[in-house]
């Protein structure tokens, strides 16, 4: 079974800068990608930014936020800088990963539980 952990999430002043981390772990057998999605009140969920052969970022945040990967750690981050309120969201992290189950390598897409990031003005 797969599990993936967040942490880094909190409460700050716009301009401000917070860190979150991913770290998957269980029958990991390879990363397809992982990355951040983020779900505001009453918006849909959209994707942050993705790092897989390539690093995808959402308009609103390129330049200001840094996706990066340790893949000894199986380990994403998100490095967010010069918060604004409206990066206000809960925080999800997304992994496509290669996975044991059972006997056979399987490719499956996991969700963390969210970390919740608050941006005041």
Not at 66 to 94: F, G, Q
Request: a positive charge.
């Amino acid at each position: 079974q797969v599990q993936l952990v967040e942490s880094g999430g909190g409460l700050v002043q716009a301009g401000g800068s917070l860190r979150l981390s991913c770290a998957a772990s269980g029958s990991i057998r390879g990363i397809n990608a992982m990355g951040w999605y983020r779900q505001a009140p009453g918006k849909q969920r959209e994707l942050v930014a993705v790092i897989s052969r390539n690093i995808n970022y959402a308009d609103s945040v390129r330049g200001r936020f840094t996706i990066s990967r340790d893949n000894a750690k199986n380990t994403v981050y998100l490095e967010m800088n010069s918060l604004k309120p409206e990066d206000t969201a809960v925080y999800y992290c997304n992994a496509d990963l290669y996975t044991l189950v059972e006997v056979v390598t399987t490719r499956r897409v996991y969700w963390g539980q969210g970390t919740q990031v608050t941006v005041s003005s």
